[in-house]
């Protein structure tokens, strides 16, 4: 079993910044891959970035490209999302996820609000 306990959402201004963090706890040896997920009021959720445990190999959406960068820091057992160049079209209820083994972990979610 994976928990993964999210924070750093809030409101911000179009072109402001904010940093997410997902800590996991639990068998975390087990975890392959961690990432973002975000679903807007009426959309469906849609991944923004995944990061391996291994090899920390990244993957971004098209749409945050060059202004999200996804990172991890082991001894932490935390994944962070610093958001750069917010807009509103950001605004969303981001969630963290994990994949271990087959198995799929979901986080609670935390609100993200980018006001234009």
């Known amino acids: 079993q994976v928990q993964l306990v999210e924070s750093g959402g809030g409101l911000v201004q179009a072109g402001g910044s904010l940093r997410l963090s997902c800590v996991a706890s639990?068998?975390?040896?087990?975890?392959?891959?961690m990432g973002w997920y975000r679903q807007a009021p009426g959309k469906q959720r849609e991944l923004v970035a995944t990061?391996?445990?291994?090899?920390?190999?990244?993957n971004y959406a098209d749409s945050v490209k060059g202004r999200f960068t996804i990172s991890r820091d082991r001894a932490k057992n935390t994944v962070y999302l610093q958001m750069n160049s917010l807009k509103p079209e950001d605004t969303a209820v981001y969630h963290c996820?994990?994949?271990?083994?087959?198995?799929?972990?979901w986080g609670q979610g935390t609100q993200v609000t980018v006001s234009s």
């Open positions: 996820h994990a994949i271990a083994y087959i198995m799929n972990y």
């Open positions: 639990g068998t975390i040896s087990s975890i392959n891959s």
């Open positions: 990061i391996t445990t291994r090899e920390s190999i990244t």
